[in-house]
């Protein structure tokens, strides 16, 4: 069994900031990429970010310069620092990582529940 929760959504002000959290836990050999995704209503969920476990990063480009991922491999958690939100940010924020459980067994995605931001004035 695998559980990856996220933590820190809310409600915030546009130019405001929030920082969200995930820990991924359970039987698992090995964690790679981790990363965070989004889902506004009536659209398809869309990458935000993500970091492999040496620390390479990819954004998206309408949170470039504005959110930063990071991660603490020890602790099998993955941050998004986000930064100067805008309305259109608002959205369910999903964590996402991809792990083995055994060395033999395939890479497998797993997802979190989603965690609510709402970006408003």
């Known amino acids: 069994q695998v559980q990856v929760v996220e933590s820190g959504g809310g409600l915030v002000q546009p130019g405001g900031s929030l920082r969200l959290s995930c820990v991924a836990s359970?039987?698992?050999?090995?964690?790679?990429?981790m990363g965070w995704y989004r889902q506004a209503p009536g659209k398809q969920r869309e990458l935000v970010a993500t970091?492999?476990?040496?620390?390479?990063?990819n954004y998206a480009d309408s949170v470039k310069g504005r959110f930063n991922i990071s991660r603490d491999n020890a602790k099998n958690t993955v941050y998004l620092q986000m930064n100067s939100l805008k309305l259109e940010d608002t959205a369910v924020y999903y964590c996402?990582?991809?792990?083995?459980?055994?060395?033999?067994?395939?890479?497998?995605?797993?997802w979190g529940q989603g965690t609510q931001v709402t970006v408003s004035s």
């Open positions: 359970g039987s698992i050999f090995r964690f790679y990429v």
């Open positions: 996402n990582t991809d792990a083995r459980q055994t060395p033999w067994a395939r890479r497998t995605d797993y």
């Open positions: 970091i492999t476990s040496d620390g390479t990063t």
